[in-house]
């Protein structure tokens, strides 16, 4: 059983349709890039993955004893949190929020466990550090910590290097292919950097006028000489 | 020397006892909110709110009620809930729809009270409405339990979904993913700002409110840098500068209201500076 089916979606805000006739499987340990024009509707996919958005049609199951707030999510930075003043530590913490149920407090556990992920991430020597004082590539390894607290099985990222400079970009998708191939964290990632997703996923999902969903290594075939495969889909 | 001593009397008064019990009340309430609503950009729902709230009175008025706080409570928090829904799919925007029923519930209140009131000092009760000027040293022994079951009831609201109040104000969407049920507390912290600004309305009057509810915040996140210390240094402040302005109006014989808000505009200035000084030698 694949850990995220979606079959038929049709995507959109307010019944207006951006995609529609979207299938595919997510399976446990895959690495899937969504790539596509801007306005293709690559976030609305996400927050309907999320269940921010319900879809106009079509089902999102989620397997193998997947439940639905067992999802990891780094979202795009919003205005609000560039100067936020919050502790690393207390922004890491605040994503085991979905293991508390009515409890009004953090267990020890989670503590541990996003001392944890604080450690795995590299953040041990800004745990107390305040995350508006952080760069970029910083901010988003507290956020990508953060996402780890809510789960290990299944991650969605909306643009991770967005911003970023190319030596950080770097170092951000070797950690993001680290979770995968070292931890068999499932990564869903949504991207405009084509090159880099051919490197690093093993699927592609290509949502736009042309819909692909397959193999990396087939992604360049069937785009040969579909012009908005690369144009059209760089930033 | 003499009449200093006769000032200190005051304070054994039960008025004033009242007023300084409320006044620190209110300002811890309205602080702990207040690093929430600066952080989401609603620095003017609490202005908007204590103009709706100032309507209600005027409604409460014409109708004759002896006691307006049911009322005026129910009318404010409608509002409160209505202004942060309206926050993501409106057709007018949360600035603008602050602003809307702000300035048309002062309009409202002020034409209701011209119209209907019986009163011989119009403009005078206009005044109190707006800067609270001398309500907080009439206070009635109820009136001071009542602010006392409330503030409880707020403090206890804040302490209890600290945590999930921080992941809301943070980031909405990952805590919606993660399945705190965004809506349920965005309608909290409406209903209790309602509560608290209904509550303040007393101590330094419907257009004055938003600086007790932003100036605190503002001045902490100068100093302090992870949403704990924020939250608990804008709490001290709030309630130093209450007791400061309440003290210096008794003796001094200023109005309450703008004597604690320019104590707040002092301990902003020296928190800026603090701040400053902080990040300049690198700490």
């Known amino acids: 059983m694949a850990l995220l089916t979606c079959q038929d979606l049709s995507l959109g805000y307010d019944g207006k349709e951006i995609v529609g006739d979207l299938s595919f499987e997510v399976n446990a340990g895959d690495y899937l890039c969504i790539v ?49 003043p919050a502790s690393v530590w207390e922004i890491v913490l605040s994503g085991c929020q979905n293991r508390q149920g009515m409890r ?32 970029g590539g910083q901010q988003q390894r507290v956020l990508l910590a953060r996402a780890l607290c809510a789960t290990s099985k299944i991650l969605l990222l909306d643009e991770p290097v967005s911003g970023l400079d190319p030596k950080v970009t770097a170092e951000m998708y070797e950690l993001i292919e680290r979770l995968n191939k070292e931890s068999g964290t499932t990564i869903i990632m949504i991207s405009h950097d084509i090159d880099a997703a ?19 290594r087939e992604y360049t075939e069937a785009f040969d000489g579909f012009g908005a495969a690369k144009g059209g889909a760089d930033i | ?28 309430c309205s602080s702990l909110l207040g690093v929430t609503l600066v952080l ?36 404010t928090v409608i509002s409160a809930i209505l202004l942060l829904r309206t926050g993501k799919n409106a057709k007018i925007k949360g600035d603008a729809a602050v602003a809307m029923i702000s300035v048309g519930a002062l309009a409202i209140g002020y034409l209701l009270m011209n119209l209907f009131s019986k009163s011989s000092n119009l403009s005078g009760d206009v005044c109190t409405t707006l800067f609270g000027s001398t309500s907080i040293l009439t206070l009635k022994r109820t009136e001071v339990g009542i602010c006392i079951a409330l503030s409880a009831i707020v403090v206890m609201v804040f302490i209890l979904f600290y945590n999930k109040i921080f992941a809301v104000t943070f980031d909405e969407d990952f805590a919606s993913a993660t399945g705190i049920k965004t809506g349920a ?61 309440i003290l210096i109006s008794v003796f001094a014989g200023t109005p309450v209201g703008s004597t604690i808000v320019a104590a707040d505009i002092v301990a902003f200035a020296c928190s800026a500076l603090i701040g400053a000084l902080k990040r300049g030698s690198g700490i």
């Open chain 1, 36 to 84: 596509g024009e801007n306005g293709s509707g690559k976030s609305t996919l996400m927050k309907t993955i999320l269940g921010l958005n319900s879809p106009i049609s079509g089902s999102i199951t989620a397997g193998d004893g997947l439940k639905q707030t067992e999802i990891g999510y780094l979202p795009q930075q919003t205005e609000v949190q560039r100067d936020f």
């Open chain 1, 104 to 135: 009004p407090f953090y267990s020890r556990a989670d503590k541990t466990l996003a001392d944890e992920n604080i450690e795995k991430l590299g953040l041990s020597q800004l745990k107390k550090r305040c995350y508006r004082e952080l760069s």
């Open chain 1, 198 to 216: 051919l490197r690093y996923a093993d699927k592609i999902l290509h949502i736009g006028k042309k819909i692909f969903f397959g193999p990396a």
């Open chain 2, 1 to 28: 020397m003499n009449s200093f001593a006769e000032k200190l009397d005051y304070l054994s008064y039960p008025f004033v006892q009242y007023a300084l019990i409320v006044g620190v009340l209110i300002a811890l």
């Open chain 2, 40 to 75: 989401k950009r609603f620095s003017f729902i609490g202005d908007g709110l204590s103009h709706v709230a100032f309507g209600a009175m005027a409604i409460a008025a014409v109708l004759n009620l002896t006691d307006d706080m049911p009322l005026v409570l129910i009318i």
């Open chain 2, 185 to 245: 507390y965005n309608l909290l912290i409406a209903v209790v700002v309602a509560v608290i600004i209904v509550l303040a309305m007393n101590l330094v009057g419907s257009l004055l409110i938003s600086a007790l509810v932003i100036f605190p915040a503002l001045s902490a996140m100068r100093i302090f840098k992870s949403f704990r210390s924020v939250t608990v240094c804008s709490a001290v402040i709030s309630v130093t500068c209450a007791l400061a302005g």
